[in-house]
T-cell receptor, first 111, second 112 residues
């Protein structure tokens, strides 16, 4: 199986600051990782993904870092905006067909 | 494209009742899955399908049945609802398990 956990259940940042959300996983065979954003009352929305043959991937204002040695994944959001307020969670693909999800970090952006 | 659609949006059942949660996608995705989301827990996989006619169990399959007769539809059946099945249910689809998953808006189910 797999155990996926996020380090902080809540995070508050000032608008314009950078946010870092962390995720730890347990299975070294994990080979695909996704970060999702979920707003209240909505389904999860894909933000960015990374495969195990990479250690960094950048999108628009977001960067995912993967450290396979310590089985750690992080999501960095640059210049955080009020619209970034949501719950963020990571998903880890282990067996090839099944994703395991972290419990989520609730990000609040203070204007 | 409508993406992934789920019906109903809300449902209240009594213990022992049965019902079907509907999920459909119009993106020609082979891989579809059902998750439940409970407070303080991550999304947990109930069942998934890698193509029409093929289904398999996820992490928490007990009390649920699925079938996949077409590429587009992947209904989830609760055979005899129990209060422990009170949750928010999400359906997702993707080209394959190792690809970005698109989620539906969810069904909020309460079992009394």
């Amino acid at each position: 199986g797999e155990s996926v956990g996020l380090h902080l259940p809540t995070l508050s940042v000032q608008e314009g600051d950078n946010s870092i959300i962390n995720c730890a996983y347990s299975n070294s065979a994990s080979d695909y990782f996704i970060w999702y954003k979920q707003e209240s009352g909505k389904g999860p929305q894909f933000i960015i993904d990374i495969r195990s043959n990479m250690d960094k991937r950048q999108g628009q204002r977001v960067t995912v870092l993967l450290n396979k040695t310590v089985k750690h994944l992080s999501l960095q959001i640059a210049a955080t905006q009020p619209g970034d307020s949501a719950v963020y969670f990571c998903a880890v693909l282990v067996t090839g067909n099944q994703f395991y999800f972290g419990t989520g970090t609730s990000l609040t952006v203070i204007p | 494209n409508a993406g992934v659609t789920q019906t109903p949006k809300f449902q209240v059942l009594k213990t022992g009742q049965s019902m079907t949660l509907q999920c459909a996608q119009d993106m020609n995705h082979e891989y579809m899955s059902w998750y439940r989301q409970d407070p303080g827990m991550g999304l947990r996989l109930i069942h998934y399908s890698v193509g029409a006619g093929i289904t398999d169990q996820g992490e928490v399959p007990n009390g649920y049945n699925v079938s996949r007769s077409t590429t587009e539809d992947f209904p989830l059946r609760l055979l005899s609802a129990a209060p422990s099945q009170t949750s928010v249910y999400f359906c997702a689809s993707s080209y394959g398990p190792g690809n970005e998953q698109f989620f539906g808006p969810g069904t909020r189910l309460t079992v009394l």
